[in-house]
């Protein structure tokens, strides 16, 4: 797996950016929300969320449902903006450049910020040209046989459909059409991919080598995924962000905090609650 | 409580009382309307058939290959209508492409860069609107904007773009249907990695999209095909003994053809208008066929 670590340099993974109290250093956040109010037309769906997410780590979202996680995430690389009626105020800051406004061109924040969905979407295009294509539109001018291969091996699937470049992406199963478009994500050479909630549709064994990819991936990139599975949300990530709604129906940031913390000793009763399955 | 249960429910006893199952009733309704549906189906195909068959009664012992290869001539015995056949076959080119780039472009602007909002309804409505007005209004427009207006003169270029102008709304709505029948997902993926709005349109919801655009401009089309009035008023001569040269040539349809023979007074004539429609049914069903193989070819690998 180590065909290409690129120029890109790994912190490696030692706690020395884990302050005592279960935080991450904030000297090394890529993504910084603050104040984070989400409106579908009238409707108040995200309020006063603020959060840092560290850089080369893996940070997971739980919460019940419908309180706003998927949301949330969806404003990191500017999704929202797809949505009519969607509007997000507060601060977006990536990389110390402020995303959430106008004058970004949410085109360039999505090359850099990649995404994978929920539901495995490959293009109905074959296995090379789902990978190619998003490299191709943004003009990559390196060698792209090449590049196709580093990053069907970046998402360890490579080994399984090297014969079959050619074949409609769509032939292949749930867990590996997942793991193209975890490829497909890479192709841009993002620093930051979203997950949201990819391995919701898979089944345990595809569920597995989702999450050993990712943590393969944390070394070069950094992670943010969306989870209904607070397991996976344990085995899987290094910071852990608890949503739920408040009386207002409104999804807000409960707690936030390394994962070991998050998960045995949260500041929050409703944290607790949730995580020990009295709720949601 | 007691375990008996009646010898014909599958329940006990006291469940039993609280309902009112009316089994035999519910499933002679159920039977009876079944019945009434079949007539009504029946009833449709039987009128079909019967169309069919009076055509072929009348009109088969004139379908000749003369129909194809031969002109207007005064006897019904030898006579032909190769000038409307190839006349409909310009003007359902033209008005088939024109139709089709105005069309699908207006599709793709309603759908996908438009924004939400009264301005777009308002358009939306009138364009639903349009499919609605009757073919004989498309003539009077065609005949006052092209004919005159723009002085194109009583050619066949002017009724291609009455009969592009006709089918326009069927086109938009067909290719508005098919567009937003293109799954979200697949457009989320392609913003995803950072495409732009025409990178989005151009390689994934217009290739995706494709087969029901091409079927419903090909539906409108074999409708456009079928259109008598509009061409009678933007000037389709009914008398015609040469094949059209081009867009700017006199020319005849095969309706116009078929309404002239029928308003003759001699019988063979009438039957020969019969043969004719024959020979247009063909047309249509070819076309029609067109449309579904389309369809189920570029629709093999989809999402």
Redesign the interface.
Same mark, same amino acid.
């Given at each position: 797996m180590s065909t290409d670590t690129q120029e890109r340099t790994s912190p490696g993974r030692s706690n020395s950016v884990i302050k005592d109290g279960g935080e991450f250093d904030t000297s090394d956040t890529i993504i910084q929300l603050r104040d984070l109010n989400i409106h579908y037309g009238s409707f108040h769906a995200v309020a006063d969320v603020s959060l840092d997410v560290p850089r080369n780590r893996i940070t997971a979202f739980i919460g019940p449902s419908g309180c706003g996680k998927s949301t949330v995430l969806r404003c990191i690389?500017r999704?929202n903006d797809?949505v009519?009626s969607a509007r997000v105020d507060g601060s977006i800051v990536y990389s110390g450049v402020e995303i959430n406004t106008p004058k970004v061109d949410p @085109?360039? @924040?999505?090359?850099r910020i /990649?995404?994978v $969905?929920q539901?495995p979407?490959? $293009?109905?295009k074959s296995i090379y040209e789902n990978v190619a294509? /998003?490299a191709k539109?943004?003009g990559y001018r390196g060698d792209m046989d090449e590049h196709v291969e580093r990053c069907l091996r970046q998402a360890a699937l490579w080994d399984e459909v090297k014969d079959k470049l050619k074949e409609?992406g769509?032939a292949l199963s749930g867990g590996q059409q997942q793991r193209l478009?975890i490829a497909?994500?890479l192709?841009?050479e993002p620093d930051v991919i979203l997950l949201d909630e990819p391995a919701s549709a898979l089944d345990p064994i595809s569920t597995l080598k989702i999450e050993e990819l990712l943590r393969e991936l944390e070394a070069n990139y950094t992670i943010v995924i969306v989870t209904h599975n607070m397991q996976q949300a344990a085995r899987v990530s290094d910071q852990t962000v608890f949503y739920s709604l408040n009386e207002r129906r409104q999804g807000v940031l409960v707690e936030s905090g390394t994962t070991a913390k998050i998960f045995t000793n949260p500041d929050d009763q409703r944290t607790e609650d949730y995580i020990t399955g009295r709720f949601g | 409580m007691s375990a008996t249960t009646d010898a014909q429910s599958l329940e006990p006893a006291a469940v039993r009382r609280r309902w009112r199952p009316r089994i035999d009733g519910r499933k002679r309704t159920s039977n009876w309307l079944s019945r009434v549906f079949f007539l009504a189906t029946v009833s449709a195909v039987a009128l079909l058939v019967l169309l069919l068959g009076v055509l072929f009664y009348r009109g088969w012992d004139w379908l000749s290959l003369d129909l194809l290869t031969q002109q207007y001539s005064r006897n019904a015995e030898g006579s032909g209508f190769q000038a409307a056949i190839l006349g409909s076959i310009w003007l359902v080119a033209g008005a088939g492409i024109l139709s089709f780039v105005i069309g699908v472009g207006t599709a793709i602007f309603l759908e996908e860069y438009a924004p939400r909002g009264p301005l777009t309804n308002f358009l939306q409505t009138n364009i639903s609107n349009l499919s609605g007005v009757p073919s004989v209004v498309y003539g009077l427009l065609g005949l006052a904007l092209f004919v005159e207006f723009m002085n194109i003169g009583r050619v066949l270029l002017a009724g291609a773009l009455t009969m592009g102008l006709l089918i326009l709304p069927i086109v938009i709505i067909a290719s508005q249907e098919a567009i937003r029948n293109v799954p979200l997902g697949l457009r989320q993926a392609a913003y995803g990695v950072g495409a732009t709005r025409w990178q989005v349109v151009r390689h994934h919801v217009l290739p995706a999209a494709m087969p029901g655009i091409l079927t419903g401009t090909i539906l409108a089309v074999s409708r456009a095909i079928g259109e008598t009035a509009p061409l009678i008023v933007v000037g389709a001569s009914a008398i015609i003994f040469r094949n059209p040269s081009g867009f700017f040539s006199d020319y005849t349809a095969m309706p116009v053809q078929i309404y002239q023979w029928t308003a003759r007074p001699q019988e063979e004539f009438k039957d020969l208008a019969a043969a004719a429609i024959i020979v247009l049914m063909i047309v249509l069903l070819s076309m029609n066929g067109i449309a579904i193989y389309l369809r189920q070819r570029l629709g093999k690998d989809r999402w």
């Open positions: 690389n999704m797809l009519p @085109v360039e @924040v999505r090359r /990649g995404m $969905f539901k979407n490959p $293009f109905p294509w /998003g539109i943004n409609s769509m478009c497909r994500a192709a841009t | -």
